[in-house]
Nanobody
Framework: LQVVESGGGFVQPGGSLRLSCAASGFTLDHHAIGWFRQGSGKDRVAVAC????????YDDESVKGRFAIFRNSAKDTVYLQMNRLKTEDTGAYYC???????????????????WGQGTQVTVSS
């Protein structure tokens, strides 16, 4: 069982990236799927989350109106569309899943039991 992220890269402020989180060996049905960011020397923080259990979603205040989390059920892949990127969005982005969870509250990383390897996002001029 694993999740694999892709889509990171280097972008100038104001640009866009789309991150992907693909499940392998299981389905994302009946899971919460979270995106977490860890900047250099910083703690890991929750960015966004969606639940395929109850349809709830969560966006951190810092990304509201700029980022969107959504799923392509046919590909069993969750995406994080990141628009109007800022330098403070820089970091390693991790996808993580946990079964039978909702996303009505900020996700707690310790509660997620399957993590991807991360994909680096660098926003710089």
């Amino acid at each position: 069982l694993q999740v694999v992220e892709s889509g990171g890269g280097f972008v100038q402020p104001g640009g866009s990236l789309r991150l992907s989180c693909a499940a392998s060996g299981f389905t994302l049905d009946h899971h919460a799927i979270g995106w977490f960011r860890q900047g250099s020397g910083k703690d890991r923080v929750a960015v966004a989350c969606m639940s395929t259990v109850d349809g709830s979603t969560y966006d951190d205040e810092s990304v509201k109106g700029r980022f969107a989390i959504f799923r392509n059920s046919a590909k069993d892949t969750v995406y994080l569309q990141m628009n109007r990127l800022k330098t403070e969005d820089t970091g390693a982005y991790y996808c993580a899943t946990v079964p039978d969870y909702g996303c009505s509250a900020p996700p707690i990383s310790d509660e997620y039991d399957l993590w991807g390897q991360g994909t680096q996002v660098t926003v710089s001029s």
